[in-house]
């Protein structure tokens, strides 16, 4: 059963994160200039390529249903979006406290957050939508549409924020981490992916159910209706 | 009593659409009266907001030129169907062979034409409050506004047809077409900024131009889409 | 174009709307040279048949074809449709000629049948006027003309009667008249139950989103009316 292989798997993103926490705070150093406020590192970084794989599951996914009309790809969809903005929000509330220690002002111009940034609103707007449009098929296509447009943007929000701002001589560098800290992050990195894989099952779960309720609901008003068809032959004449 | 079709080019059914709409606008002028006027509120409130009056004016003067064409393509987008839909015209257009592109392509046409024209009023307007003299660094700064604008148009007149039928689209269409428009405004920006400064503006120029040429291409593919629903009259209800 | 269209025929189609059943294991042939009544209370998926038919709606299950094989939803077999549906489909902005004219140009259909069918449905006179100050029946003429402009093959009437008087009622016959015998294949849907019964070749009954009646030759739409609803509420 699929709910008991889920069970497991939220069983092992849970033991995942409590190790990465171990690693991140007992493991791995303190860093000399940042501190404590470092350890952020670990799970900011991980969470934002977590949300740009559910920012890029939920595009494939919509063009597999625009092109296909499959509602399970809208469920998948709608999973990628909904836990990629969830982590990605974790990122944008992470990566200022990150540049407030490190460069003593909440916002800079960093390329990767302002790009995250605008990802985030567009996924936001894809949130919303989808909860003001209800479940209906126009509303399903609108949300594919926009994870589409959204997603094609990302290349070139990067080039041009890359290109306003690279110059700019604060940028986050990862070079030069230690040995330790390299493996506090590769923890911290499986830790945050299982709980993504964890939520985007969960969640397309809860869309299939949807999907089954509505689909048991039409053939409850059938079935009712197909009594009745037996009564009313003798003015069907032509077959 | 059959009667032979030719089928028109394609070119020839945005023509006719475009035809119909300008020859709807002359009629009324709503459109090209309000977003005039919207855009001198706007640049009357940069005014007082004190943009004006700062040490480094003439350096913000094209962001903000920039914002004030991107609230002015969202008055202009966002009434793209209006009129379409009030009755259904939309689906007795859709019924046509060809004519979802060629409808794609004539509201493009027809909303950049708009813009266009008030931008070319918005150039002069805050040329004016923050004394740059644009054509004194060539042309681009109106180049850049242009191809911009076509960029605006292709992402805004997609989405007025995507959200066509939507609950609070009026706040949906700026929510969603800014953020995707952030290349635009970026590249648009620093273009100027170049041009002011004498830099080559070249390579925002291009960026410009593969954000145009991306949005029209997938424009037209989910535009077809959309219609497709959204014009079907018959709504989809629960 | 291709020949003539012989039949369109809905095999065992369903639609719903979210949790809702439209229309549900709709199984209809329709050939060329009838004229079928579409008779059914609100919310029966009268207008849903329309939509299937005119492509517009794609069926949940079961699928619409042309000619017992060709699926009806290429382009090109949508441009054989002519709908008038609820909505007029007009811009009001514009002058009668001009939306004629503007449609005629998208099918590629010569400028002169503009001419001829502002005649047809008596609007020569008022053909500069703009749409918004036409009244009812006017604008139902006028999205008549607009449907007939290309000549389609299959033409779906959704309500035509509504806001007519009679001497326009009698166009309409007429025009129906004409189509019959130029061997389209016609789909009125309407709540007139005093409709002239020897207009129609066939009349369907559909309740609750099913075909709950099919007749030939109906001798009383409202007797047939009647008796449909009768068995499926008693």
Excluded at chain 3, 58 to 71: I, M, Q
Excluded at chain 3, 163 to 186: C, F, K, M, N, T
Aim: aromatic letters at 8%.
């Amino acid at each position: 059963m699929m709910s008991d292989k889920l069970s497991w798997m939220a069983v092992f993103a849970s033991l995942a994160v409590l190790s990465a926490l171990g690693a991140v705070f007992g493991y791995a150093p303190v860093e000399a200039s940042m501190g404590i406020v470092q350890k952020i590192f670990y799970f900011h970084v991980s969470s934002a390529l977590a949300a740009y794989t559910g920012f890029f599951l939920c595009c494939g996914a919509s063009i597999y249903y625009l092109l296909k009309g499959d509602r399970r790809a809208d469920v998948v969809a709608r999973a990628g979006a909904e836990v990629g903005v969830l982590f990605c929000t974790f990122v944008l509330i992470s990566g200022p406290l990150w540049a407030r220690k490190a460069w003593g002002t909440w916002w800079t111009g960093e390329p990767r957050l302002m790009l995250t940034m605008v990802a985030a609103l567009i996924f936001y707007a894809y949130v919303v939508v989808r909860s003001i449009g209800g479940r209906t098929e126009i509303t399903r296509r609108i949300c594919a549409a926009l994870a589409i447009l959204g997603v094609a943007d990302i290349p070139l929000v990067h080039f041009a924020v890359q290109k306003w701002r690279g110059n700019h001589p604060r940028v986050l560098r990862n070079g030069g981490i230690s040995d330790e800290m390299e493996v506090a992050l590769t923890v911290a990195m499986l830790a945050v992916f299982s709980l993504f894989t964890t939520l985007v099952l969960l969640r397309i779960r809860v869309g299939m159910a949807e999907e089954k309720v509505e689909r048991l609901h039409r053939l409850a008003t059938a079935r009712g209706n197909d009594i009745e068809d037996r009564r009313r032959s003798p003015l069907l004449e032509n077959p | 009593m059959s009667v032979p079709h030719r089928t028109p080019t394609l070119l020839r059914q945005v023509w006719l659409l475009l035809q119909k709409d300008l020859r709807v606008e002359m009629r009324t002028g709503e459109v090209v009266a309000t977003s005039l006027l919207f855009s001198a509120v706007l640049v009357s409130l940069f005014v007082f907001a004190g943009f004006s009056t700062r040490k480094a004016a003439s350096e913000g003067a094209p962001g903000l030129l920039w914002m004030a064409s991107a609230f002015v393509a969202v008055l202009v987008v966002t009434r793209t169907f209006e009129r379409e839909r009030e009755d259904g015209a939309v689906t007795a257009l859709l019924l046509i062979p060809g004519a979802s592109t060629a409808l794609f392509f004539a509201k493009l046409a027809y909303n950049w034409l708009l813009l266009t024209l008030v931008q070319v009023v918005l150039l002069l307007l805050v040329g004016g409050v923050f004394s740059v003299d644009w054509f004194a660094h060539g042309f681009a700064v109106a180049g850049a506004l242009l191809l911009g604008g076509f960029g605006l148009c292709a992402v805004g007149t997609t989405l007025a047809a995507l959200l066509a039928a939507m609950r609070l689209r009026e706040v949906i269409v700026p929510v969603v077409l800014f953020p995707l428009c952030v290349p635009l405004l970026i590249s648009g920006a620093q273009a100027s900024v170049a041009a002011i400064r004498g830099d080559s503006s070249a390579a925002w120029m291009v960026t410009i131009a593969l954000f145009d040429l991306l949005f029209v291409g997938l424009g037209q593919w989910l535009f077809g889409l959309a219609l497709e629903v959204a014009g079907g009259g018959e709504g989809d209800s629960e | 174009m291709g020949g003539a269209l012989r039949s369109v025929e809905l095999r065992s189609a369903t639609r719903f709307f979210g949790r809702h059943v439209a229309l549900y294991r709709c199984s209809l042939k329709l050939v060329a040279g009838e004229v079928v009544a579409v008779l059914g209370p609100n919310g029966a998926g009268k207008s849903t048949l329309a939509g299937l038919l005119a492509t517009t709606l794609a069926p949940s299950e079961g699928e619409v074809l042309a000619d017992t094989n060709r699926p009806l939803e290429s382009s090109e077999l949508r441009a054989r449709v002519g709908w008038v549906s609820h909505e007029s489909m007009l811009q009001r902005e514009l002058t009668g000629r001009e939306q004629l004219a503007l449609i005629a140009g998208l099918y590629g259909v010569e400028s002169e049948r503009v001419a001829f069918w502002l005649e047809r449905v008596r609007l020569t006179a008022d053909a500069d006027r703009a749409i918004g100050t036409y009244s009812r029946g006017m604008r139902q003429r006028l999205a008549l003309a607009r449907a007939l402009l290309s000549e389609p093959e299959l033409v779906l009437l959704d309500e035509p009667t509504t806001g007519l008087d009679a001497a326009s009622r009698e166009v309409l016959w007429e025009l129906i008249g004409d189509l019959r015998a130029a061997g389209r294949i016609v789909v009125v849907i309407t709540h007139d139950l005093d409709a002239p019964p020897e207009l129609f070749t066939r009349a369907i009954v559909l309740s609750q989103g099913r075909l709950v009646a099919d007749r030939s030759a109906p001798e009383s739409l409202s007797a047939l009316y009647a008796a449909a609803l009768q068995r499926v509420t008693p």
